[in-house]
Each structure stands twice: as C-alpha cells, then as structure tokens.
C-alpha cells in the first residue's frame, strides 16, 4: 500500500513547521502593491521590505535584477509589504507607528 506525505503527517497528527525570513529594515513606505494595483497607486501605503528592484509594476525578472535586499539573507531579493500603521491622534491628525526591529515574516 502506498502513502502520501500527507497522509503520514495526518496520521500523525500533522506538524507544526514554519520558514523564517527577518528583515531588520524597512526598504521604504509608498503605495505599492503590483499583485493589486499593478502600475498605479494603491489605495494604501505599504511598509517595503526586500528587493531594491520592487515597483509598481515589479515582475520576477525586476526583483531579481535588484541591486541589494533590506532582509538578512542577501541572495533572497524576493519583495515583502503589509499595509503601513498610523496612529490617529486625538485631533484627528495620524502619525506613522514607527517599525522597530524590521519585519519577521
């Protein structure tokens, strides 16, 4: 009888790995998103982490073409970004949460 990795790990009863990439700084904080907004301004502003080759309409081949990384692991030039935190203030007005520590996706 033949089993599938899945079936083992099911039987198991599954597994509990993840993969760690830290980035310690922040590439920059725009409103990009290619995967959304490919091209344009997104309808918010994102904190960047990764490849110096990320744009608005960055592909593989931009990433790859980076000329550095703002993560630990300089041969990975892949591109992160999440939506930027403000903290709005009690007159209304917002200030950006500064991002201490970098990113740890």
Not at 69 to 91: I, L, Q
């Amino acid at each position: 009888m033949k089993y599938s990795t899945l079936s083992i790990l099911a039987a198991l009863g599954g597994a509990n790995a993840f993969w760690r990439m830290e980035c310690r700084g922040r590439a920059g904080m725009a409103r990009i998103d290619p995967l959304m907004a490919p091209g344009r301004a997104s309808q918010h502003a994102h904190a960047i982490h990764g490849s110096s080759g990320f744009h608005e309409s960055a592909t593989y081949e931009d990433l790859m073409a980076g000329d550095c990384t703002s993560c630990a692991v300089k041969e990975d030039m892949s591109a992160y970004w999440a939506p930027g935190m403000y903290f709005r203030h009690a007159n209304g007005s917002f200030e950006l949460v500064p991002q201490v520590g970098g990113l740890l996706a």
